[in-house]
């Protein structure tokens, strides 16, 4: 069975300090996907990234970056000086190799204060 | 390209009514999906379907119904319809096999509420 453990339900921070929002995942695969999808107050919802499980690269993008270690089956997202813009849910997800579905943690919450 | 289409964006029941959420996409995706989403409950997979005439159940399958009668179209029926029913309701589509790891498009949404 697959499984995505999202465990902060809400973080809460002051801008321009850097944030970091966990993911843990389970999966008998060898070969799976995984994604982090942004939910702004507006409902939609916005794909951030994805990873398969054979780059373990850390990858950065501007302020966003995402630490992906198989050992520890996380794959955490840091916001680096954070802003009042990226107050959103943010959903982490996982794609096994033998199944097209996508499966979603429960999302954590932040709210950037100015 | 459209992506995936989603109607309507808001609907209102009544207990007991039933009615069709519609989803269509325009990429040739073979993988289509439901999801409704809850508060604190992040997005919980209803059905899918990885191609034409093929439908699964999800997490969450009961009280809807879904068929696949063309690749583009993926509707979601809810034959009687209760206010536990009353979500965010998501359609996701994507390439099916390894060519999904390019990524799942959303719709933006059906607000569903039943009273």
């Known amino acids: 069975a697959q499984k995505v453990t999202q465990a902060q339900t809400e973080i809460s921070v002051v801008e321009k300090e850097d944030v970091t929002l966990d993911c843990v995942y389970e999966?008998?695969?060898?070969?799976?996907?995984l994604f982090w999808y942004k939910q702004p107050p507006s409902g939609e919802l916005v794909f951030l990234i994805r990873?398969?499980?054979?780059?373990?690269q850390n990858e950065i993008s501007g302020r966003y970056s995402w630490n992906f270690q198989k050992s520890t089956s996380s794959f955490n997202f840091t916001i680096t000086a954070s802003q009042v813009v990226d107050s959103a849910v943010y959903f982490c997800?996982?794609?096994?190799?033998?199944?097209?579905?996508?499966?979603f943690g429960t999302g954590t919450r932040l709210q950037v204060f100015p | 390209n459209a992506g995936v289409t989603q109607t309507p964006k808001f609907q209102v029941l009544k207990t007991g009514q039933s009615m069709t959420l519609q989803c269509a996409q325009d990429?040739?995706?073979?993988?289509m999906s439901w999801y409704r989403q809850d508060p604190g409950m992040g997005l919980r997979l209803i059905h899918y379907?990885?191609?034409?005439?093929?439908?699964d159940q999800g997490e969450v399958p009961n009280g809807y119904n879904v068929s696949r009668s063309t690749t583009e179209d993926f509707p979601l029926r809810l034959l009687s319809a209760a206010p536990s029913q009353t979500s965010v309701y998501f359609c996701?589509?994507?390439?099916?096999?390894?060519?999904?790891?390019?990524?799942?498009?959303f719709g933006s949404g059906t607000r569903l509420t039943v009273v």
């Open positions: 996701a589509s994507s390439y099916s096999g390894v060519q999904r790891g390019n990524g799942y498009t």
């Open positions: 999966t008998r695969d060898t070969t799976y996907y």
């Open positions: 990873r398969n499980s054979f780059d373990e």
């Open positions: 997800a996982l794609s096994g190799h033998n199944t097209d579905k996508l499966i």
């Open positions: 990429m040739n995706h073979e993988y």
């Open positions: 379907s990885v191609g034409a005439g093929i439908t």
